[in-house]
């Protein structure tokens, strides 16, 4: 493990919500998040849309990179590094409501980096 849970950006136990509000047509998708095996370092977020609980992930990790280098005046990474903190975290889970069968699906690590791929693939195209 890369140390995540002594610099982790969220504190375990607490809900967080993003009060952005973006005109998508994404649904409301909950973060679920353990950063180490201990079951008290849980902790979720809040979404409005999908493409914020992407973005909110990569704010995670930029939070991260931020304590860990309290000094640097930018921060920079690559999606790999993105991916390899997502891989270290004991778990990572998203909950996206389908407004048709009215109840959260359930998605993995992997779907959550196939989906923050795809994302910043659109945005660097802009």
């Not at 370092?41 to 991260?64: N, Q």
Request: with cysteine.
């Amino acid at each position: 493990s890369s140390g995540i849970n002594a610099e982790w950006p969220l504190r375990p136990g607490y809900y967080y919500t993003n009060n952005l509000r973006m005109s998508s047509s994404n649904s409301h998708t909950i973060l679920l998040v353990q950063p180490s095996h201990k079951p008290t370092s849980r902790t979720y977020c809040d979404f409005e849309t999908l493409t914020e609980a992407l973005e909110g992930v990569c704010k995670i990790y930029e939070e991260h990179l931020k304590e860990l280098n309290p000094s640097s005046l930018s921060i920079t990474y690559d999606i790999s590094q993105l991916f390899d903190f997502i891989d270290d975290l004991s778990d990572m889970a998203c909950l996206i409501f389908n407004r048709d069968q009215r109840t959260y699906e359930p998605k993995d690590k992997e779907w959550i980096k196939e989906k923050i791929y795809a994302l910043l693939r659109k945005q660097a195209g802009k």
